[in-house]
């Protein structure tokens, strides 16, 4: 329910105004907690902050405010009205800058803690794509099909908590055993939903040239299993 008063309002900023804003800035700091997904554990989680900034409040500078909010007749709004620069720096500090520096004085004690920056790669999707260079990418759909194409800097890869997917932004044609064949005529990129994947692999691109591109391997070549690093490329296999 929304607030029909000013002391509704009051109350609502005082219980949850500063654990959101502590929350915001820890994760913000330490990355998406996934215990801190669902609504009702922030809700909770907000509301027990705010508690604790509450009591610490009333300690430290409850005479202060009680002054603020109860000089005259009036009630809080004409306390505000007549003290306007000074109750909006009463909310900045309590509700903002307060809960903004317990949150960077916790993360910087946990991370003094673990002796270690730490990371927001709460699964393993994460850790693969994060700082992750420009190379090839590899997928076999649940279907049995392959699909392939380059990450580079215009490709996107979804990120925790969203639903894991991938947007490749070139397309390449692969083999039935996942054999890049060539870069399809006028691809503009190609988008893979996550839930469909069933192995994705990243390759690294070839060293020498300054285009990207593996070069396939031929049959001969996988029939033989003559193990040599040298791949026919396809104007060779043309001329023979």
Same mark, same amino acid.
């Not at 910087?108 to 693969?128: G, I, K, M, N, Q």
């Given at each position: ?6 002391? *509704?309002?009051?109350? =609502? ?5 500063? %654990?959101?804003?502590? *929350?915001?800035?820890?994760?913000? =700091?330490? !990355? ?21 900034? $509450? ?6 500078? !409850? /005479? ?5 909010? %109860?000089?005259?007749? %009036? ?23 307060? /809960? ?25 999707? $994460? @850790? ?7 190379? @090839? ?13 380059? =990450? ?7 990120? @925790?908590?969203?639903? *894991? ?14 054999? @890049?064949?060539?870069?399809?005529? %006028? ?10 994947? +069933? ?7 070839? +060293?020498? !040239? ?11 070549? *996988?029939?033989? !299993? ?15």
């Amino acid at each position: 329910m929304l607030p029909s008063t000013v002391e *509704q309002l009051a109350i =609502l900023v005082a219980l949850m105004l500063p %654990g959101i804003f502590y *929350q915001a800035v820890s994760d913000r =700091l330490r !990355g998406p907690q996934a215990s801190e997904q669902e609504p009702q554990n922030r809700a909770l989680r907000a509301l027990a902050i705010s508690g604790l900034l $509450d009591a610490v409040y009333a300690v430290v500078a !409850g /005479p202060w405010v009680v002054r603020l909010l %109860g000089e005259g007749d %009036g009630g809080p709004l004409a306390a505000v009205l007549r003290h306007p620069r000074q109750a909006g720096l009463a909310v900045l500090l309590l509700v903002v800058v307060v /809960p903004a520096g317990a949150a960077w004085a916790a993360a910087s004690v946990r991370r003094r803690r673990e002796r270690a920056h730490y990371e927001p790669t709460p699964t393993a999707w $994460d @850790f693969l794509f994060a700082d992750r260079d420009p190379c @090839f990418v590899r997928i076999r759909l649940k279907g049995g099909l392959w699909v392939g194409g380059w =990450l580079g800097s215009r490709s996107a890869v979804s990120a @925790f908590p969203q639903p *894991q997917d991938i947007y490749l932004e070139s397309q390449w044609r692969l083999d039935r055993d996942g054999t @890049f064949l060539g870069r399809v005529p %006028g691809t503009t990129g190609v988008y893979v939903k996550g839930s469909e994947i +069933e192995v994705l692999e990243l390759l690294a691109p070839p +060293e020498t !040239g300054r285009t990207p591109a593996p070069v396939p391997v031929t049959r001969r070549e *996988q029939q033989d !299993g003559s193990g040599t690093e040298r791949s026919e490329r396809p104007e060779e296999a043309r001329e023979r």
